[in-house]
């Protein structure tokens, strides 16, 4: 095991083992700044359209000015519920009325900011016209679980991660599918476009993240390292990182 400062003293990297090795910010101090929801009890009703998020919220995303956060939830084979708040205030800003019929797990705002994605555990994956929340297009093809969402930068394609081991690419102003990516052993939990490229990324349970050619499925790279059921993908700047049902967190240079 192994404790090292990077040279400017803001990084702190800790290694252990055959771990995956952990890279931590020790340069600034995080504090609690909001907190949304927080009822202990269940909700009495699937239709609060002005509480806080209902049962669990299982998918964020920020508006790419900042101004908005969207929440996914839902109750179970009963209603799926999205929400936005400002991240300042905590407030409720406006609710898309039923815009799923069960659970939420993942959420996408599109790169201006003008339409929503959303997947959920009723096997489709949805687009949605903001301010309004109009729903735009439903993507049904999926024989599972759409587990993760993600956007083609451009907003001419969305990518869907399906629990039944499967990516789907779409073409956003028509809906229509283009094709399906499979190969995967587990679940596809999540998706991401690694920047302004053709190139997806994707996190399988398999203990496995995968970057990918959209046009043909191909394989370009497979990172490695994590040894349990990848349930989180996160990219940024050239940089990729991943954390497992496990509590483990693993990060790469793409």
């Given at each position: 095991?192994?404790?090292?400062?990077?040279?400017?003293g803001?990084?702190?990297?800790?290694?252990?083992?055959?771990?995956?090795?952990?890279i931590?910010?020790?340069?600034?101090?995080?504090?609690?700044?909001?907190?949304i929801?927080?009822?202990?009890?269940?909700?009495?009703?699937?239709?609060?359209?002005?509480?806080?998020?209902?049962?669990?919220?299982l998918?964020?995303?920020?508006?790419?000015?900042?101004t908005?956060?969207?929440s996914?939830?839902?109750?179970?084979?009963?209603?799926?519920?999205?929400?936005?708040?400002?991240?300042?205030?905590?407030?409720?800003?406006?609710?898309?009325?039923?815009?799923?019929?069960?659970?939420?797990?993942?959420?996408?705002?599109?790169?201006d900011?003008?339409?929503l994605?959303?997947?959920?555990?009723?096997?489709t994956a949805?687009?949605?016209?903001?301010?309004?929340?109009?729903?735009?297009?439903?993507f049904?093809?999926?024989?599972?679980?759409?587990?993760?969402?993600?956007?083609?930068?451009d907003?001419?394609?969305?990518?869907?991660?399906?629990?039944?081991?499967?990516?789907?690419?779409w073409?956003?102003?028509?809906?229509e599918?283009?094709?399906?990516?499979?190969?995967?052993?587990?679940?596809?939990?999540?998706?991401?476009?690694?920047?302004?490229?053709?190139?997806?990324?994707?996190?399988?349970?398999?203990?496995l993240?995968?970057l990918?050619?959209?046009?043909?499925?191909k394989?370009?790279?497979?990172?490695?390292?994590?040894?349990?059921?990848?349930?989180?993908?996160?990219?940024?700047?050239?940089?990729?990182?991943?954390?497992?049902?496990?509590?483990?967190?693993?990060?790469?240079?793409?």
């Amino acid at each position: 095991a192994g404790l090292l400062l990077d040279g400017g003293g803001d990084r702190l990297i800790v290694a252990q083992g055959n771990q995956p090795v952990g890279i931590w910010n020790t340069g600034e101090a995080w504090s609690l700044s909001q907190t949304i929801g927080g009822e202990l009890t269940p909700p009495t009703t699937s239709e609060d359209l002005t509480g806080p998020p209902v049962a669990a919220v299982l998918a964020l995303a920020f508006s790419p000015a900042g101004t908005e956060l969207a929440s996914g939830s839902g109750l179970t084979s009963r209603t799926g519920e999205i929400k936005f708040w400002n991240p300042e205030s905590g407030s409720l800003l406006r609710t898309l009325e039923h815009p799923h019929s069960d659970t939420v797990t993942s959420l996408a705002f599109s790169r201006d900011g003008d339409q929503l994605a959303s997947g959920s555990t009723d096997r489709t994956a949805k687009l949605f016209s903001l301010p309004d929340g109009s729903r735009l297009r439903t993507f049904e093809g999926h024989n599972g679980h759409v587990l993760g969402v993600a956007w083609q930068a451009d907003g001419s394609r969305l990518a869907t991660a399906g629990g039944d081991s499967v990516i789907k690419i779409w073409e956003t102003a028509t809906g229509e599918q283009q094709r399906t990516i499979a190969g995967f052993e587990k679940e596809v939990t999540a998706v991401s476009f690694a920047g302004a490229t053709t190139e997806l990324l994707a996190a399988s349970g398999g203990s496995l993240v995968s970057l990918l050619q959209v046009n043909d499925g191909k394989t370009v790279r497979r990172f490695t390292g994590l040894g349990g059921f990848i349930q989180a993908l996160g990219t940024g700047r050239g940089h990729l990182a991943a954390g497992t049902a496990a509590g483990q967190l693993a990060g790469w240079q793409i």
